[in-house]
C-alpha cells in the first residue's frame, strides 16, 4: 500500500478518528468545549435558522475540530478539514468574497497534498507517538515564502477589483496567506502559525464587518465572526504547542 493510499485509509477510518478524538489532552477538551459552545450560543443568538445559518454552524463545528486536531499533529484532522472546507466554499460564495472562494479552493485540493505528506511524515519520524513532528523554516524558504505573497496578492487583488468583490484590499490577503500556510502545514514547518494567525486576525476583521453591514449573507455572519474569533485563540494555542516541541 502506497503512502497516499495508507493516508487516505487512516484519515477516513472511523476506528483510528475515534482513537485520536479520545487520546487528545485534558486542555485540549477544555478548548473544545469551549470553542463548540461559543458557535453555537452565537448559532442561536442569530435567530435566523436559515440554510447559510445552518451551514455556518456545521463550517464551525467541523473546523473547531479540525484545529484541535491539527494542534497535536493528527492525521485525522484533514478528515474534518476536508468537510469544513466544502461548506465553507458555499459560504463564502452566497458572501460574494472572491478570495475566500479561491483561499477555500485551494484549501479544498490540500487537504489531500496534506495526508500525503503527514503520512508520509509519521512513517519517517514519529517513534510511535502518531504525531507529526514539528520543522523549523530556513531563512531562503522564508524569503520565497514572502515574494511568493506579494505576487499572489497583486493577482488576486486585481482579479477581486474586476469581479467586484467586497472588502477586497483585505479579502485579497487570505488567499495568499492561506496557499503559503497551507503549504508550510504541509511539510510540517511551524511557522504555518504565523500565517494562520494574519489570516484569523483578517478573518475577523471581515467577518465583522459582514456581520455589521447585514448584508452579504448576514444572517449567518454572526456565527462566522465568532468562530473566527475561536480559530484566533486557538492559532495562540496551537503556535505554544508546536514551537515548544523540538523541530526535526
Not at 463564502?92 to 495526508?115: K, N
Request: charged share 10%; proline share 2%; aromatic share 14%.
Amino acid at each position: 500500500m502506497n503512502v497516499f493510499t495508507r493516508g487516505l485509509s487512516q484519515t477516513f477510518s472511523p476506528k483510528n478518528v475515534i482513537r485520536e478524538l479520545i487520546t487528545l489532552r485534558f486542555f485540549d477538551y477544555i478548548m473544545l468545549l469551549v470553542m463548540l459552545v461559543a458557535q453555537v450560543v452565537a448559532y442561536i443568538a442569530t435567530d435566523a435558522f436559515d440554510l447559510i445559518s445552518n451551514l455556518s454552524l456545521v463550517v464551525g463545528v467541523f473546523t473547531i475540530l479540525n484545529l484541535i486536531l491539527m494542534n497535536r499533529g493528527r492525521l485525522t484532522n484533514y478528515l474534518w478539514g476536508t468537510i469544513g472546507t466544502i461548506f465553507w466554499w458555499v459560504i463564502a460564495l452566497q458572501s460574494h468574497l472572491i478570495g475566500d472562494i479561491f483561499s477555500q479552493t485551494f484549501y479544498l485540493v490540500m487537504q489531500f497534498v496534506g495526508i500525503y505528506f503527514w503520512q508520509k511524515n509519521l512513517d519517517d519520524f514519529e517513534g510511535g507517538s502518531g504525531e507529526v513532528a514539528p520543522r523549523k523554516i530556513t531563512a531562503k524558504i522564508a524569503s520565497l515564502a514572502i515574494l511568493a505573497f506579494v505576487v499572489i496578492y497583486g493577482i488576486v487583488l486585481a482579479t477581486s477589483h474586476g469581479l467586484h468583490g467586497q472588502q477586497i484590499f483585505l479579502d485579497a490577503t487570505l488567499l495568499p496567506l492561506g496557499i503559503l500556510s497551507m503549504v508550510l502545514m504541509t511539510y510540517g514547518y511551524r511557522s504555518q502559525w504565523l500565517g494562520w494567525i494574519l489570516i484569523d486576525s483578517i478573518n475577523v476583521i471581515i467577518w465583522f464587518n459582514n456581520w455589521n453591514s447585514g448584508i452579504h449573507g448576514g444572517s449567518s455572519a454572526l456565527g462566522m465572526f465568532v468562530l473566527q474569533i475561536t480559530m484566533l485563540l486557538n492559532c495562540i494555542y496551537g503556535t505554544y504547542l508546536w514551537f515548544s516541541k523540538k523541530p526535526e
